[in-house]
């Protein structure tokens, strides 16, 4: 049974930090991409950023600077860390793994087959 469980939401505010993490239970380490997704009220949910089986990360074009993500292979968490943060960046932050994704879309919401339930963040 694969689980993912984010924690570490909460409200900051602007120009703060913030990380984040997601346990990932019921896959071997390393055997899985992670995503890192994001979903504001009234829009679309978006990739934020990614990190393969490899190690690679890939972040949006404009959270880069800002966000960065890392894996702890011995926890088997993933662990986004959020800088400078902005009211804009009010959002239900979500998990996601899957086995394989398709290398050029790392960041597309449709390449995880595994949600974690999210994580509120509110910037004031």
């Known amino acids: 049974h694969v689980q993912l469980v984010e924690s570490g939401g909460g409200e900051v505010q602007a120009g703060e930090s913030l990380t984040l993490s997601c346990a990932v239970s019921g896959l071997p380490h390393s055997s899985y991409c992670l995503g890192w997704f994001r979903q504001a009220p009234g829009k679309e949910r978006e990739g934020v950023a990614a990190l393969d089986r490899d190690g690679t990360t890939s972040y949006a074009d404009s959270l880069k600077g800002r966000f960065t993500i890392s894996r702890d292979n011995a926890k088997n968490t993933l662990y986004p860390q959020m800088n400078s943060l902005k009211p804009a960046d009010t959002a239900v932050y979500y998990c996601?793994?899957?086995?394989?994704?398709?290398?050029?879309?790392?960041?597309?919401?449709?390449?995880?087959?595994?949600w974690g339930q999210g994580t509120q963040v509110t910037v004031s």
């Open positions: 996601a793994a899957a086995r394989t994704v398709y290398a050029g879309d790392v960041l597309g919401k449709n390449q995880y087959e595994y």
